[in-house]
DNA sequence: TTCATAGTTTCATATTTATAGAAATAACGT
DNA sequence: ACGTTATTTCTATAAATATGAAACTATGAA
């Protein structure tokens, strides 16, 4: 991976909206979820979300795909796994065991704590 | 870790001079570097490297101590694994396997390439 | 003390990023 | 063709970030 794509998708999670984006849509696997669902799930108008998923897109940390009205995102398991695989190699200095992650270690670990989030505006989802 | 430490190391990480910082410090090791070699190293003059250090410091992503005139600087290793355990619980949606570096899984692989920064100004390192 | 060195802080400026209303576009049902 | 829904693009504005000159602070040496 290139530096430059590295700071890229670093730049891409480090805002909450689309960590929160993010996160969500890896907790939906490949199936992915529509732009308005995410929008509403996080309380943000479709302008702001569009933006986000546009840095997150640019980024390549997610992908889009057209499904009739709805237009759905998926996060892409690969970038990320690059992204881990660049900061582990390059910014632990050989000293590889030093920063590995524990849960690297015990491989299948506890399933992702949900830590529900709040919407900023209160609003229905799906009628 | 908190998201927002999480969010704060990231945003930490996305811009190419503290990428750069980072990795200098971490190949160094916990003996640290003074900044002014830094910059000299990075090409960088003494104001922005004393902002990008402050970012740095404030991410909780490097310490620092004075040692007479100088003050170095050194990679805190321990907040960098803390942002790697945080994105593989967090951002890996359970399905750790999928995002876990290859280098997590060969303990002790390639130690490092040194990829040169080539500093923006050249100018001479120590006299 | 005075001087040089190593760094930081202050400041002005330029650039990038985030937010959200209004308007435009796309796909579908009638 | 028309209305509805889903989402994007356009636009404006606010806020955060990056850069470097100039001024300031701390340390050690002459």
Redesign the pocket.
Known sequence: MKKSTAIAAL?AM?????LDIFRLLVQKGPEGM????L?ARLG????????????LRFAGLVT?R?E?????YSANYKAMNELLTYLTENCCGGRTELCTPAAAVMSGGKPLETETVTP?SSRRLSK
Chains 1, 2 share one sequence.
């Open positions: 730049g480090a805002q909450e909206t689309r529509p732009a308005g669902e929008g943000q108008p479709s302008p702001t979300m569009s933006f986000h998923l546009n840095q889009s057209r009739s009205r709805s237009i759905i900023k």
